[in-house]
T-cell receptor
Framework: AQTVTQSQPEMSVQEAETVTLSCTYDTSESDYYLFWYKQPPSRQMILVIRQEAYKQQNATENRFSVNFQKAAKSFSLKISDSQLGDAAMYFCAYRRTNNAGNMLTFGGGTRLMVKP | EPEVTQTPSHQVTQMGQEVILRCVPISNHLYFYWYRQILGQKVEFLVSFYNNEISEKSEIFDDQFSVERPDGSNFTLKIRSTKLEDSAMYFC???????????????FGPGTRLLVL
């Protein structure tokens, strides 16, 4: 079974600085998708960024980018120019491409605090 | 921008009672999901649904749970006889396609917080 691990329960960053959230996963599959979701205090899960495993190029979305290391099974999220609105729980998630049910497997989350 | 909506936002029920959680997926989406998050724990997959039948379900999704798409817009999760351990945030999600780039991305609703007393 696939597992997703986020080793940092909490992280803190100064406003306007850069922070990196870690995620590792375990799978025997060669093709899959990886996601980062943000969960603000409102509790709604918001997609931040996605990465297809077959793509070598790291995904970017404005201030958000990933460092995808397939061999190491690592998928970290970098937030540049951190803003107060970035404060939230961040969840890393995995999905197989040949998964008939499209099930997402989530990590335990990292709480990001942004200091003004 | 289209959103997944869920009602109610909060529900309190007595142990043993039946609850129905409602979701309205994004209108052109074909795949629907339920996840739950017990306070302080991981988000866990419950079930996925396509073409009026369950595609996949987890071990959590036992006989106490059922899902239904009663009309063209709603997607419901029923818990027949609630237990204390069913207390959690329940998230509905939908995606446009099973696979194929951005179309398979799952979009989540705001959740229903269920408290079983």
């Amino acid at each position: 079974a696939q597992t997703v691990t986020q080793s940092q329960p909490e992280m803190s960053v100064q406003e306007a600085e850069t922070v990196t959230l870690s995620c590792t996963y375990d799978t025997s599959e060669s093709d899959y998708y990886l996601f980062w979701y943000k969960q603000p205090p409102s509790r709604q899960m918001i997609l931040v960024i996605r990465q297809e495993a077959y793509k070598q190029q790291n995904a970017t979305e404005n201030r958000f980018s990933v460092n995808f290391q397939k061999a190491a099974k690592s998928f970290s999220l970098k937030i540049s120019d951190s803003q107060l609105g970035d404060a939230a729980m961040y969840f890393c998630a995995y999905r197989r491409t040949n998964n008939a049910g499209n099930m997402l497997t989530f990590g335990g989350g990292t709480r990001l605090m942004v200091k003004p | 921008e289209p959103e997944v909506t869920q009602t109610p936002s909060h529900q309190v029920t007595q142990m043993g009672q039946e609850v129905i959680l409602r979701c309205v997926p994004i209108s052109n989406h074909l795949y629907f999901y339920w996840y739950r998050q017990i306070l302080g724990q991981k988000v866990e997959f419950l079930v996925s649904f396509y073409n009026n039948e369950i595609s996949e379900k987890s071990e959590i999704f036992d006989d106490q749970f059922s899902v239904e798409r009663p009309d063209g817009s709603n997607f419901t999760l029923k818990i027949r006889s609630t237990k204390l351990e069913d207390s959690a945030m329940y998230f509905c999600a939908s995606s446009q396609a099973e696979s194929g780039g951005i179309q398979e991305t799952q979009y989540f609703g705001p959740g229903t917080r269920l408290l079983v007393l």
